[in-house]
């Protein structure tokens, strides 16, 4: 079963995508088979069309005499899973659960707790055992096999080899579309335009591809027109045709 109490971040892995594709992931235990990590991308992309040459993202604006003004954009999203057979991807992961920052901190703590028995230092005791929020005897039972004459790596789960890298399995999804007056206000929730959330099923393969389409209006439609600086790939439909 996934945990969710549990995660490794594992970053700048080799996308699907070409070799400038490097994507930040998380890896999920599994509760049942302790070598077993199920993975999932940081954050969503667009999909690339075929060939790799750009995103899959086209949008139609019409206007003129005696039409409503107005446009549909449509794009792909997805959440691309690595390429599991290559060597170096599996590499990549294997070393972000060996070495998450998170289980170096938690060992050096209990290295720091072993030391101050060591010493018989009350004071530095209470302090690591605050930090570890755990009592006198878990501390103790923790650092009974220190061994002065190592690093902190003693306190360390072993090394993991040979680790099975599954894909998380979505059966539903949601994409939250947000328009902005330019560049430098993108991502404030204060500086919003126009925004939607389109419920969405994915493609259930590695890429968890959706499909997005969207109606715009008049003012909608000239804004993402303008942010997007006259896309090549959108269509003005007008009473002379197309350009």
Known sequence: ???????HIAKNIPG?????????????????????????????????????????????????????????????????????????VRDALTLAVNDDPDVREYSEKVFGLAKAYAANDAVAIEQYLKA???????????????????????????????????????TKGAVTVQGFKSAKVAN??????????????????????AVVTFNLDQRNATLMWQAMARPLRAWMLCPTGPS
């Open 132 to 170: 570890l929020e755990i009592k006198d005897a878990e501390g103790r039972a923790l650092t009974h096999s220190f061994d002065a004459t190592r690093g902190s790596e003693q306190f360390r789960p072993a090394t993991k080899q040979k680790l099975d890298f599954l894909a998380v399995e979505l």
């Open 16 to 88: 699907p995508y070409g070799p400038t594709d490097l994507r930040t992931f998380v890896l999920y235990p599994d509760t049942d088979k302790p070598n077993t990590y199920y993975v999932l991308p940081e954050t969503p992309t667009f999909l690339p069309m075929s060939g790799g040459k750009g995103p899959s993202f086209n949008m139609l604006w019409w206007y003129g005499t005696g039409n409503t003004v107005g446009g549909i954009c449509t794009f792909t999203v997805a959440l691309p899973m690595p390429d599991w057979s290559r060597t170096d």
């Open 1 to 7: 079963m996934l945990s969710l109490a549990s995660t």
């Open 188 to 209: 404030d929730p204060l500086s919003v335009e126009f925004d939607g959330t389109f419920a969405t099923t994915p493609s259930g393969l590695s890429s968890n591809a």
